[in-house]
């Protein structure tokens, strides 16, 4: 099925993995890849991508990142190279067992999508086959290893793909997976998958980025030639092997700073930092980093306020290394990262390189207490697969403060912990029982927010029971499980009891004790399961007045509700709904039209109100209109991550003449007549109308926000012109998505 220039291209491909592969395993490992080639090339024959190429290119290619960049063995170039072989085609997991091994069998079972999950609503398909996903990392942290090779060629490839499926790929990447990356310590992975999310997300953003760095890429250059010469001299001076890398900020870093400081991209000016790595022996390390920053405070002044030593305490990804900030003799602050050549090939290829290291002390610790709190979270499962994955990326994103116990036990956790959180990261009895706490000696309540270096004592009681407030005080996926298990265990104590009660006010309305029914009933309450339905209703907080408001629809009498379910109302309207939505929506997107004439009920979402010109999704989510944000709204993005399968494409009808909400934020130099000219340009010159005008104005700088009346993108775009031409106005934007 191959022709002779891609048998040609195919040879090739695997030569370049040959080539960049280490076989730390010698000549057995060596014809288990062989075989496993074979195998993808033969079972994969009669398949093509959507770029026409032979589907075998991509699990070579992405062995090919697995043995690059990760530095992966025998077993896991194996697995990459056979990772679509099950979902993909005849071969079955316990043909893969006999030819190859059970943890081969295994570590691709861990990769494999699971099929034919229904989707209710509760559930997503990338809900439940991230969490099955996770599972197995639990097991084998190569299977998420060779998952996010397989996303990052997948992304290197996703321009085949159409506008909706990129932006729900792209969306889940940047939620799931890069941070996924970023916790395995896979920087060049992360970098790349952000980079490229942002590029289907954002495209004119990312390609003016792209281009304004690539234009002072020469005089960047010239500048850190001679910012390095005098560290160079210095290290030379006193015999220190050493080498100079040059680490530019990616596209999405540079993107996400000028967000977040409201600048543009020539105010950012952290857009590169210089990395010396040394080479040092493993018990000098860190003295020979603290030498070296002694060495290059003697040519430059630091920001005492910028060093970061993760050489004491390692970040949670295990990324070692010593930063520091100094200004240059061109008046300019440059970032100077230190680290040993150890150090540097763990944090090039995260997690996956420390088994290179294996015989030194405290090797591998931060992965493995990682996984254990995984692990603990499947002791206590949530049966919801997205409050699990909505918990499990708590893990993912957070930064960490440094706690001790009254006995000087340090305790890593994320950025706002509180006294709960740090209770439960001890135990979950002591957790459960916490009253209160004292830190650094003082009696604080279970609320109270840590920071870094707090000392924290626990108070517990034996008679203390977990309440459902304290969801709101924890943070930590860990003490997030442990509350909802507990709370859900003394709940289902009043299962009988509140069942029975049920039983008998369904009786005396004249309704059957039914399973649709109570489905309906939970869906009025809004409860979410039955043990929490039974629970309140022994509590009498839900009782005959909710099932008469429920189940007896104005106009019909009991009798008539008695002998036509709700259950079958229900069924009756999601039918609709997949008519009017599912049918039309899915199979020809593009005739989903915004506007005031048009077929479909939707609502613009208040967090990003897009506008005409925006490139927008639809979000269908069960007898709600159709909720249509801007593809770049981070809400929506974080949405199409867990409900990839609900997104439908939208665009705009140009031929109503519609007004839709929009914001703008100005900084400016505050004057009289400043706000005049201001409101003048905008109700005069472009005749639009504003609905609300805030501003913020100290020692004559001036912050303001303006919501307004727009027809599309072009008239918001050319106001936003006409008032930059104002001399007072330092900086004026569209408002961004929340």
């Known amino acids: 099925?191959?022709?002779?220039?891609?048998?040609?291209?195919?040879?090739?491909?695997?030569?370049?993995?040959?080539?960049?592969?280490?076989?730390?395993?010698?000549?057995?490992?060596?014809?288990?890849?062989?075989?496993a080639f074979k195998l993808a090339v033969e079972a994969h024959s009669d398949m093509r991508r959507l770029s026409g190429d032979p589907y075998v290119y991509h699990p070579v290619e992405v062995a090919y990142i697995c043995a690059k960049d990760m530095r992966l063995g025998s077993t896991s170039i194996v697995c990459a190279l056979l990772h679509d072989v099950v979902e993909d085609t005849e071969y079955t997991l316990e043909e893969i067992e006999k030819l190859f091994s059970p943890k081969v069998a295994m570590i691709v079972g861990g990769v494999t999508k699971i099929k034919g999950i229904f989707d209710?609503?509760?559930?997503?398909?990338?809900a439940e086959y991230f969490k099955r996903m996770i599972l197995a990392l639990a097991?084998?942290?190569?299977?998420?290893?060779?998952?996010?090779?397989?996303?990052?060629h997948n992304m290197r490839t996703l321009e085949h793909m159409s506008?909706?499926?990129?932006?729900?790929?792209?969306?889940?990447?940047?939620?799931?997976?890069?941070?996924?990356?970023?916790?395995?310590?896979?920087?060049?992975?992360?970098?790349?998958?952000?980079?490229?999310?942002?590029?289907?997300?954002?495209?004119?953003?990312?390609?003016?980025?792209?281009?304004?760095?690539?234009?002072?890429?020469?005089?960047?250059?010239?500048?850190?030639?001679?910012f390095v010469n005098p560290i160079n001299s210095i290290l030379d001076k006193h015999e220190i092997p050493n080498k100079v890398h040059i680490r530019?900020?990616?596209v999405y870093s540079i993107w996400q700073k000028m967000q977040k400081k409201n600048i543009p991209f020539e105010d950012v000016y952290d857009i590169f930092a210089v990395r010396i790595i040394i080479d040092s022996k493993f018990e000098n390390e860190k003295m020979d980093c603290w030498m070296v920053y002694s060495m290059i405070t003697d040519v430059y002044k630091p920001k005492h306020d910028r060093v970061r030593d993760w050489l004491?305490?390692?970040?949670?990804?295990?990324?070692e290394a010593l930063h520091l900030t100094v200004m240059s003799n061109e008046g300019r602050w440059v970032e100077v990262q230190v680290r040993t050549k150890r150090m540097h090939e763990i944090a090039e290829s995260g997690f996956?390189?420390?088994?290179?290291?294996?015989?030194?002390?405290?090797?591998?610790?931060?992965?493995?207490?990682?996984?254990?709190?995984?692990?603990?979270?499947?002791?206590?499962?949530?049966?919801?697969?997205?409050?699990?994955?909505?918990?499990?990326?708590?893990?993912?994103?957070s930064e960490e403060i440094y706690t001790f116990t009254p006995k000087g036990d340090m305790k890593k956790l994320p950025v706002d912990a509180t006294v709960l959180d740090f209770a439960y990261n001890i135990h979950s009895e002591i957790g459960n029982q916490s009253i209160g706490a004292k830190v650094n000696l003082s009696l604080v309540p279970l609320n109270q927010v840590l920071k870094n270096g707090d000392q924290v004592e626990i108070i517990t009681s034996k008679i203390q029971k977990p309440q459902e407030n304290w969801l709101d005080y924890v943070v930590t996926a860990r003490a997030k499980s442990y509350v909802k298990n507990a709370i859900r265990n003394e709940k289902k104590k009043f299962y009988k009891k509140g069942k029975e009660k049920l039983k008998l006010l369904f009786k005396e309305i004249n309704m059957e004790f039914t399973k649709a029914n109570n489905r309906q009933l939970k869906e009025y309450t809004k409860l979410n399961s039955s043990t929490d339905l039974y629970y309140e209703v022994s509590q009498g907080n839900v009782g005959l007045q909710e099932l008469k408001h429920?189940?007896?629809?104005?106009?019909?009498?009991?009798?008539?509700?008695?002998?036509?379910?709700?259950?079958?109302?229900?069924?009756?309207?999601?039918?609709?709904?997949?008519q009017t939505i599912g049918e039309k929506i899915r199979n020809k997107p593009e005739e989903v039209l915004l506007g005031e004439k048009v077929d479909i009920e939707y609502k613009i979402a208040e967090c990003c109100n897009p506008i005409p010109g925006d490139d927008v999704i639809g979000l269908i989510m069960p007898d709600n209109p159709i909720m249509v944000h801007r593809a770049n709204c981070k809400n929506a993005v974080d949405m199409m991550s867990s409900f990839g399968n609900r997104i439908v494409k939208a665009k705009w009808n140009k031929k109503d003449p519609v007004l839709f909400l929009a914001g703008i934020e100005f900084r400016g130099i505050d004057k009289i007549g400043f706000i005049y000219q201001i409101t003048d340009i905008i109700s005069q010159k472009h005749k639009l109308k504003i609905r609300s005008f805030h501003l913020d104005s100290s020692n004559e700088i001036l912050r303001g926000k303006i919501m307004l009346y727009v027809q599309d993108t072009k008239k918001l775009s050319k106001l936003i012109a006409d008032l930059k031409k104002l001399k007072e106005i330092k900086q004026v934007s569209r408002m961004n998505p929340a």
């Open 1 to 35: 099925m191959y022709s002779e220039q891609e048998k040609k291209e195919l040879t090739k491909k695997y030569r370049d993995l040959l080539r960049v592969w280490k076989r730390p395993d010698g000549k057995k490992g060596t014809s288990m890849v062989r075989k």
């Open 120 to 126: 209710d609503g509760t559930r997503s398909i990338q």
């Open 248 to 250: 530019v900020k990616s």
């Open 550 to 578: 429920c189940c007896l629809k104005s106009g019909k009498s009991s009798w008539y509700n008695s002998l036509i379910p709700f259950s079958r109302q229900k069924n009756s309207t999601d039918k609709s709904l997949a």
């Open 139 to 152: 097991e084998d942290m190569r299977v998420i290893l060779i998952k996010l090779a397989d996303r990052l």
């Open 352 to 397: 996956a390189s420390h088994h290179h290291y294996k015989n030194l002390p405290d090797e591998g610790k931060d992965i493995e207490n990682w996984l254990s709190r995984i692990r603990e979270q499947f002791e206590n499962p949530d049966s919801n697969a997205l409050s699990f994955l909505d918990n499990f990326k708590l893990d993912l994103y």
């Open 312 to 319: 004491s305490i390692p970040k949670a990804n295990g990324y």
């Open 163 to 226: 506008r909706t499926k990129q932006l729900k790929i792209a969306s889940e990447t940047l939620v799931l997976y890069a941070p996924l990356a970023h916790r395995m310590g896979l920087y060049n992975v992360k970098t790349e998958l952000e980079d490229l999310s942002l590029k289907y997300t954002e495209p004119e953003i990312y390609e003016h980025i792209k281009l304004q760095v690539e234009k002072t890429e020469k005089g960047r250059e010239k500048f850190i030639n001679r």
